[in-house]
């Protein structure tokens, strides 16, 4: 072969190679809007984020009770076509209207439904723990509720998990231990694997990867089209992953796990045994208990912060993790091999009123993962429990940023606690929290915290008040005209959904100018202002 011919083969080769390429970056699921809130925590990567960005002052639109069929509270309201879906442990999926809350359509299903729907291309997809013959999927019109079908896999147990749907596949694993790849368009089983527990955690997507672990702790990535196990991680601390999801983030995916409620404990001494700081706070708690010298300290302790020491405590609370002194409720691992990445300073935080995993967090435009982790000099933390913080994990070091705050104070009005339950949403430049029955938000522009709503003025233990009606506990004028509260007869309060602050939550789903919540078996719609 002549030069010539060698040169026109080594430029088809390079072309070849060029298309490739191309190729392979334009199977990249990149992160794109939606106009609603398609599926739990926006999207199959579960990023939490949307760039439409309301804010205060808030107003009341409408709100929805399901104190007889109760809402799961990991539940997040589902958006999409005008119209938002939720399903109750009742047996029944309702669809209203999206601002006004007018019911449109219901539809029944076997047993309750335990978790979010999700919804795409006119269909709105749901799963069911079912009776005693099993749980169901099911795929209804998403404009009438007409059944398009049903898959039934006739085992016992069900689902408590929400499905996923990526490139026309549903995934999601059931309560037989069984991981399901369905066909979105006929239901039709495409693939399955049998883990070595049930499956309590929903499935996260992207890039034809399905990453997912069932509760024996095992996390695995499978290729979303054949099923094939890519990888499988080392066996997860903890002994469940329950109610979250993995998320995506950049090339790791980041896993989750409960822990007991002496791991909140266990973190709150690592921290205090950091740094001299810390051993002073404990030293003055010891000697003055709960009284004004001990609430002083408290009160002023942010004071001491410098990047010395808070560099010095975060590296001393991952040694502590990896040396197996605290729990490690924290996974990265590598999208590739499944290996960790590395250990990072985040420790448990998550719920003592319940055996909770923590939320995964969000992640922003400029791809920061947001985390709750503890620090002594925390400018957030809430009144309950101290040295609860918000910030970012640095990619390369797994070390928290602080979430500045304008003007430096103890305390915060964005309720964050560790001791219970929170989940983010980043809205534009608006970071979100949900936490019992309130809701409030971090302008990252302006550096402030924005209290965005409470369902009402007194502590309910999950958004709803309990034995109200039952000798009028609670009972005053501002209360009872309370439009979510006043009870509809004086047996109502039996049937409340009391979620306890916990042990999981859901986060808001939020379009256009509106966001919708869901609080102790309440669906509110509350209308902001858009930038």
């Known amino acids: 072969m002549g030069c010539h011919g060698q040169r026109l083969l080594a430029v088809r080769a390079l072309g070849s190679l060029l298309l490739l390429c191309f190729c392979a970056r334009a199977e990249t699921d990149a992160w794109s809007p939606t106009e609603g ?24 639109a409408w709100h929805r009770r399901f104190f007889e069929g109760m809402l799961s509270p990991e539940n997040e309201p589902i958006v999409a076509e005008g119209l938002v879906f939720v399903g109750d442990w009742g047996g029944k999926f309702y669809a209203l209207e999206a601002f006004s809350g007018r019911e449109v359509w219901t539809a029944s299903a076997p047993g309750g439904v335990r978790h979010s729907a999700c919804y795409g291309d006119g269909k709105i997809y749901f799963a069911t723990i079912g009776d005693r013959t099993g749980g169901s999927v099911l795929c209804l019109k998403a404009s009438t509720g007409e059944k398009l079908w049903e898959f039934k896999p006739g085992t016992r147990g069900g689902f408590v998990t929400s499905p996923a749907l990526y490139k026309g596949k549903i995934f999601l694993g059931g309560r037989d231990k069984v991981l399901y790849c369905l066909d979105a368009a006929t239901g039709a089983k495409v693939w399955t694997f049998t883990a070595g527990g049930i499956y309590q955690q929903t499935c996260a997507a992207k890039d034809g990867r399905v990453c997912v672990s069932a509760e024996d702790m095992i996390p695995r990535c499978f290729d979303a089209a054949s099923g094939k196990v890519l990888w499988e991680g080392a066996k997860m601390q903890s002994d469940s992953c329950r109610f979250y999801y993995p998320v995506f983030w950049r090339d790791t995916v ?30 003055t708690r010891d000697k003055y208990k709960w009284s004004k010298p001990h609430w002083d300290f408290i009160n002023s302790k942010y004071q001491r912060f410098t990047p010395e020491r808070f560099k010095q405590e975060q590296e001393f609370m991952r040694e502590q993790i990896a040396a197996g002194n605290a729990l490690k409720s924290f996974y990265m691992l590598n999208v590739s091999d499944g290996k960790e990445r590395l250990v990072t300073s985040v420790c448990f935080a998550g719920s003592e009123n319940g055996y909770s995993t923590p939320t995964p967090g969000p992640i922003d435009a400029s791809e920061n993962f947001y985390v709750l982790f503890k620090t002594l000099y925390t400018q957030y933390e809430y009144p309950i429990r101290a040295y609860d913080c918000i910030g970012t994990l640095d990619y390369q070091t797994g070390l928290p940023a602080m979430l500045p705050k304008a003007t430096p104070s103890v305390g915060s009005a964005l309720p964050i606690t560790g001791d219970e339950v929170n989940n983010f949403t980043i809205a534009g430049d608006k970071l979100f929290d949900t936490h019992d029955h309130v809701l409030a938000y971090s302008d990252m522009k302006t550096k402030t915290v924005v209290p965005a709503f409470s369902s009402h003025q007194t502590e309910s233990w999950g958004g709803v008040l309990l034995c109200y009606g039952n000798a009028g506990i609670y009972s005053n004028p501002k209360v009872d005209s309370h439009p979510l509260l006043k009870l509809e007869s004086p047996t109502s309060h039996l049937t409340i959904n009391n979620e306890w602050n916990g042990a999981s939550r859901g986060a808001v789903a939020i379009y256009k100018d509106h966001v919708w919540w869901i609080t102790g078996s309440l669906l509110v719609c509350l209308k902001g202002v858009a930038p």
């Open 254 to 283: 980041i896993f989750r796990v409960c822990g007991a409620d002496s791991e909140i404990n266990r973190a709150q001494d690592i921290i205090e045994k950091a740094t001299e700081d810390g051993r002073l706070a404990r030293e």
């Open 37 to 60: 809130w398609f599926t739990l925590h926006h999207d199959v990567a579960r990023s939490g984020r949307t760039n439409y960005s309301p804010g205060a002052p808030f107003q009341y």
